[in-house]
């Protein structure tokens, strides 16, 4: 019998004990220790951290384990910046890793993935890593979506459980307040956000609420879906998106259009928060707590968790409500769980072990290791009840968001390729966010995504030389046009021109040829 040492048992208390022998045998990658360089960029743990317990624990039940290497650890790896940076600075280096792990990993991978930097995992995965194998033979779209241009897959990806990201939010009790029903087109959604902003809500007197509020400003530009424009294609803000089997940009649409020049005409009226540009990550935190914000688009699971104020806000409600119909009786929500992020993880050329290192990649899909990695170390953060994972009170009741606690031992780490599991997410939702998904889920109010394409190298020049440029101006245009800064009606023509002008055929061109060779 295998014996797991003091030092490990007394480290993570119960989690190791359930760790027998059979276990031991059953993941058992390697018979001696093997370590694995690793460099991991990523916003929310920035280097590899070989104390994470579930860190520890694969390498008691693998026998490998992961050191860390991470080149431009310190830099800035936000969701817009920093990691191709670090992960230029690394290939620059001419220090591969033998698993590189990062945000935004498939775009570089899939363009020095056919170069030799990384090792194409085709072969690997069809001789060594049967879950692996199994879960894209399932979802084969999953296959496509992460294939290079060249057909090879280069990185395993993290990949998102569920359907749901966010939804329309309301106060419920300013509704009640004003006698107002609720919203169910876009006609009576400007009607109801006028009444929060004359007829005072709140009831203190002043006219300071602020009717339509957002954290992240791109979700004021959402409200373009409601006039049958787009802003996205995917849950990344500003993307391509799929019209009947051809890549589009949302930005050169009619009804984006016109959606625009309706949300300058709110944000004129002082239906929009004023500082929406501006204000940033603590809109949501500030002006519910001080009870003034009316309606919102927000992630489920966080933005439900609000109505804990209703401790200190008397009659506080604030919950999601179905999207409203747009100005030709469209229901969307535009926003979901794309089901493949372009994070996760790949195999460096230098890496000598590249079997051992796919079986490691291959132990995150099995039933346990896809537990480690989304519910952290058994006994620690969980137990198992009924068979199922299940967070001990501490977890679930602690000040600290339960993702945050898991991203601190090691588990929920979107730069390593795993398989989410939704239920994780479920057991901090409150009643209020499990009532809203059930209702967007009976309207089945979404829409398909854009999974993104591969270039080839001739099209990547192409898509590099034009497409920052006119995103850039697009976006000039779009704050400007709201702002006040020219009218987008009587502009439209020559904004159209101008992009045009810019490349963006030549961008959509190429965005299609990949997209067909892909997908077809």
Known sequence: MKRITPLLAAMFGSSLLGVTAHAQDEYRIVDEPLELTIQMNHA?????DEEWPVEKEASALTGISLKNDTVGANMRTDENSGKTEALNLMLASGNIPDIVGSSRLKDFVNQYGPEGAFVPLNDLIEEHAPNIKAFLDER???????????GNMYYIP????GKYGRAYFIRYDWLDTLGLDMPETVEEVEEVLRAFKTQDPNGNGEADEVPYFARQWPELIRLVTL????SSGSDTYHDFYVDDGEIKHPYAGEGYRDGISNLARWYEEGLVDAEVFTRGSSAREYLLSENLGGMTHDWFASTSGYNRLSDSIEGFSFKAFAPPASVSGKRIEEHRRIPIKPDGWAIGHTNE???????????????KGRRLANFGAEGVQYDMI????VFKDEVLNSDQPVNAQLWGVGAQLQARGFFQDYNYEKQWSN????EGIALYDEGDYLIDQFLGVAFTADEQKIYDRYWPSIRDYMLERQQGWILGNGDVMADWDDYMETINDMGLDDVLAVMNSAYKRQYD
């Open 431 to 434: 009643e209020f966010a499990l």
């Open 386 to 389: 009924d068979g199922e994972p």
């Open 140 to 150: 084969p779209e999953v296959r496509s979506a992460i294939s290079a241009a060249d």
């Open 158 to 161: 993290y990949l998102p459980d």
């Open 44 to 48: 929310r743990y920035p280097v590899y």
């Open 353 to 367: 072990h590249p079997v051992e290192t796919i079986k490691y990649f291959d132990f995150y899909f099995t039933e």
């Open 227 to 230: 006039w049958d424009g787009r």
